[in-house]
């Protein structure tokens, strides 16, 4: 393990400029349309609007959503997309789960390098454009995919000569140059829908503090199209999980280093892990445990869940002050409303224990272990294919 400094330094004291950094996309978007550019897929159906960072209205669609999963999550943390779906069956909600979404590549994109912007720009309209084949709306999974998607649109806003290259693309897969007139992340739609699941909520929480770590391609790519507010951090921090947290009755606690990156960083999880973990555990993790003492810490993207909660492995072998559950908004939301904490968040995933913070909540972990061990036998021995709504809900 590398040793990091801790930095006790004051809190950052972020003021708002008064104009937005870029030009309002939606003016944009609709130009393009008016020319024959583009096609704008608009929010339609219910919707809920929100404040973004400089004051601009953000429409989230409460149902009718297509799912732009994530790779990561489907393969590190399966609970993390699986209590986004349980969410919305368990409010009655019309959604769509794409068997033909592909990965957005992202991970070439700012690991590796090893693509190009027509490519790029061409896998993101193409997932648009069968989401708006579909007439769902879509909505993302993953800060990564989000913040790309929203780098994609403001290239191809600007540069004609991309758009050229990314139409000629499409043509051959038979598929229109689409683009949302929103580009909506699933921890928005949870922030929007906060009221409406604290309504549903069966476990109480108000005795739980819980530290917020905010993804960096959410709130840092694009910055001025993420969701602020003046009841959170007085609109200085990004709204959404500490929103959903207040309406649960969770107690969120402040840290120093709360704008610090989770450690992930993409390049140096790939060249240089151990970087990456003592990054993860002194830069946020011992300093949450140290200043907050929380009994979770909850965050909203693949990458972010990953690392702060696969790297404590490390430093409890130095003998570093860890031990922190990590869960993204969507599980603790669900958890509050009932979920159940194997079969639906699929915690036996996370590599932290998190059995204390259950049964702080009044979760039995030993019989709900059970139940889920009998739910894997049914299918280990055939007698159901898969787990249903009436297993699970």
Not at 234 to 257: C, K, P
Not at 268 to 286: G, P, T, Y
Request: charged share 25%.
């Amino acid at each position: 393990m590398l040793h990091l400094p801790v930095l006790k330094s004051k809190d950052r004291d972020f003021q708002l400029a008064e104009n937005p950094p870029t030009e309002d996309h939606h003016e944009a978007l609709l130009e393009l349309e008016k020319d024959g550019e583009i096609i704008v897929q608009r929010v339609t159906g219910p919707y809920i609007e929100v404040q973004t960072k400089f004051g601009r209205t953000k429409k989230i669609p409460v149902e009718k959503t297509w799912h732009h999963k994530s790779c990561g999550q489907c393969g590190h943390i399966p609970g993390y997309s699986t209590s986004i779906f349980w969410l919305n069956r368990a409010l009655g909600l019309d959604y769509l789960d794409p068997k033909d979404q592909t990965s957005c590549t992202a991970w070439n994109y700012y690991a590796s390098a090893t693509s190009n912007p027509a490519a790029q720009a061409a896998v993101a309209i193409r997932n648009f454009a069968s989401a708006y084949e579909t007439g769902y709306f879509p909505i993302i999974h993953c800060a990564t995919s989000f913040g790309h998607y929203k780098e994609v649109r403001q290239q191809l806003i600007h540069h004609p000569e991309l758009r050229a290259q990314v139409r000629k693309i499409l043509a051959r897969l038979g598929k229109k140059l689409v683009i949302p007139e929103e580009i909506v992340h699933y921890s928005e739609w949870v922030y929007a829908m906060r009221d409406r699941i604290a309504e549903r909520q069966v476990i109480d929480m108000s005795h739980i503090t819980a530290t917020v770590h905010p993804a960096c391609h959410y709130h840092k790519l694009i910055e001025e199209d993420a969701i602020y507010t003046p009841e959170v951090y007085g609109a200085q921090r990004t709204a959404i999980i500490t929103g959903v947290l207040n309406a649960l009755g969770v107690n969120v606690a402040d840290y120093s280093t709360w704008f610090d990156c989770c450690g992930f960083g993409f390049r140096h999880i790939l060249v240089s892990r151990d970087f990456s973990r003592s990054f993860a555990v002194q830069r946020k993790i011992e300093v949450m445990i140290e200043e907050a003492n929380p009994d979770l810490t909850v965050t909203h993207d693949t990458g972010c869940v990953t690392t702060l909660d696969q790297s404590q492995f490390a430093g409890k072998a130095h003998g570093k002050k860890v031990g922190l559950p990590v869960m993204a908004d969507s599980q603790v939301a669900a958890l509050a409303m009932g979920a159940h904490p194997y079969k639906v968040l699929q915690l036996h995933w996370h590599n932290t224990d998190n059995k204390a913070f259950l049964e702080k909540i009044g979760i039995d972990t030993e019989k709900t272990w059970a139940e889920f061990e009998a739910s894997v036998q049914r299918l280990k021995d055939g007698s159901k294919q898969y787990l249903t709504w009436e297993d699970v809900g």
